[in-house]
């Protein structure tokens, strides 16, 4: 009995990895980089990152899987008004980081409403793009690691519908029209770097050191979400006092560890089975 239990240990400590990256995300080059979040300014949690990533000539692609077309009390704002609005902003947002605007998807689901859609059109949509991006990396909010991560609404929908695309992705029959109809391939995402994990769950500290004022610039563009846009909207363009005024609420929002400012994540190497445990 002894034999078979340490057999069956060698056989899955393979498959359940969580050290943290053997070369340090800092030095990552000629990676494709997908990130799926909820909402256009999901990627402020990584911003820094990413934009370190594409300098670095990675391959950087943004997926948002809603509009954002509710998330104000503005009674002069509308849905289709809030959801240009918040496009332009992350366009801007991404720009701003180096990153392209042709590597930008948003699947145009509406805000607030993302777990009462069909799961399975969502993971198949989710699917085909990772079957053409082809991913090293995949960056998602982090579904929980031992137990289910507390999300809001949409944030826990997409961390789930995230990795539950992931796996279906390296299944060949699995979506198999778009195998053998669109000529796609099964695909396994290697790495992942889960954010808005819990703070004990954090294993990897990015250093941004140099790119904390451009994710400040990067994330002033969301004016709708961090400045005005909650109750009175008056963007996208601020007097120079009020854009200064975000700007250093937006640098509080910097963790600093050892004086250097840092954007964490829970590391995950294996199959996208186990990204719970």
Do not use: C
Request: avoid cysteine; charge should be negative; charged fraction near 25%.
């Amino acid at each position: 009995m002894r034999h078979i239990l340490i057999t069956f240990l060698l056989v899955l400590i393979p498959l359940i990895s969580i050290a943290q990256p053997d070369v340090p995300v800092e030095q990552w080059t000629g990676k494709t980089i997908l990130l799926i979040g909820a909402h256009p300014d999901d990627d402020s949690y990584s911003m820094g990152t990413l934009g370190m990533l594409n300098a670095n000539g990675n391959e950087v692609y943004i997926a948002i899987l809603t509009t954002g077309n509710v998330g104000t009390q503005d009674p002069d704002l509308g849905m289709m008004d809030l959801a240009l609005i918040r496009k332009q902003e992350e366009q801007a947002a991404l720009a701003t980081m180096g990153i392209p605007t042709d590597h930008y998807i948003n699947f145009g689901y509406d805000d607030g409403m993302l777990e009462y859609e069909d799961k399975k059109e969502v993971v198949a949509k989710l699917v085909r793009l990772i079957r053409e991006v082809r991913p090293d990396v995949l960056f998602s909010f982090d579904p929980g690691k031992g137990g289910q991560r507390w999300h809001k609404a949409d944030h826990r929908a997409s961390a789930y519908l995230s990795a539950d695309a992931a796996r279906a992705a390296m299944w060949p029959l699995m979506f198999q029209g778009q195998i053998t109809v669109e000529g796609l391939e099964a695909h396994t995402i290697p790495e992942y770097l889960l954010y808005d994990s819990a703070e004990k769950d954090k294993n990897t500290w990015v250093d941004i050191t140099g790119w904390e004022e451009r994710k400040v610039d990067a994330l002033s563009k969301y004016v709708s979400q961090f400045s005005s846009g909650w109750s009175d909207y008056n963007g996208p363009d601020l007097s120079p006092e009020q854009e200064e005024e975000m700007k250093e609420n937006l640098r509080r929002w910097i963790r600093y560890r050892d004086g250097m400012p840092m954007e964490g994540f829970r590391y995950y190497t294996g199959l996208p089975d186990n990204i719970g445990r």
